[in-house]
């Protein structure tokens, strides 16, 4: 199958979405915010959380660009794939390599999990204030990069909040 057609375009909340793995735009601490992160912990519960403490007492925090995995609670994906996005500061440090690594952390974490089937939401572009239009490209490539380079994964979402992302992603994939 090409790679197009492995991709899929939703304007939804994430936590509603049934897949095997959905991802968070999470922050170093681990332990939840604002956001997209704030909703998957209400919606997914204590458990996400719990999985979450153990591993920052083995690892410590996230690293911006890095990815964990965690049990998804009661949300109805498998998986909860937390990743750190980069903070926009006027892209003098290296943010745009940095969200590049999120995808790309991300999916080959759910490669390593046996997960066939993830969502994104638009990583760094709320509190992290990343340009939305930039982010959109570098998903879309780094996605299309990736899975033209595995059949592990069968089906990428992206999971636009906003108006604005949405718009972004249909001019992008269409
Ligand atoms: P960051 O700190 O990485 O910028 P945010 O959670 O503030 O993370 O924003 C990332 C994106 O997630 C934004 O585009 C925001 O609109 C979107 N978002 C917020 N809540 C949800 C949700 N429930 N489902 C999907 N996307 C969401």
Redesign the pocket.
């Known amino acids: 199958m090409n790679v197009e057609n492995k991709i899929e375009l939703l304007q ?4 509603k979405i049934i897949a095997d793995a959905i991802v968070n ?1 999470a ?1 170093t601490s681990l332990l939840g ?5 704030g ?2 912990h209400r919606a997914g519960g204590p458990e996400i959380l719990e999985e979450c403490r153990k591993i920052v007492a083995r690892q410590g925090g996230g690293k911006t660009g890095e990815a964990v995995i965690t049990n998804a609670g009661r949300l109805p994906a498998k998986y909860v794939i937390h990743t750190v ?1 980069p903070v926009w500061n006027d892209g003098k440090y290296h943010e745009e390599e940095k969200l590049a690594n999120c995808y790309k952390n991300s999916l080959q974490l759910a490669v390593d999990n046996n997960c066939k089937t993830i969502a994104f ?10 340009p ?1 239009d930039g982010a959109a490209k570098i998903a879309v490539d780094m996605v299309k990069d990736f899975l033209s380079k595995t059949d592990k994964i069968e089906k990428v979402v992206f ?4 108006d604005e ?1 949405y718009g972004l992603y249909e001019a992008l994939l269409n």
């Open positions: 939804a909340d994430i936590t735009a922050n915010g604002g956001g997209v992160d909703a998957i996005g939401p638009n990583i760094s572009t709320g509190i992290y204030r990343f939305k999971v636009c909040f906003d992302n």
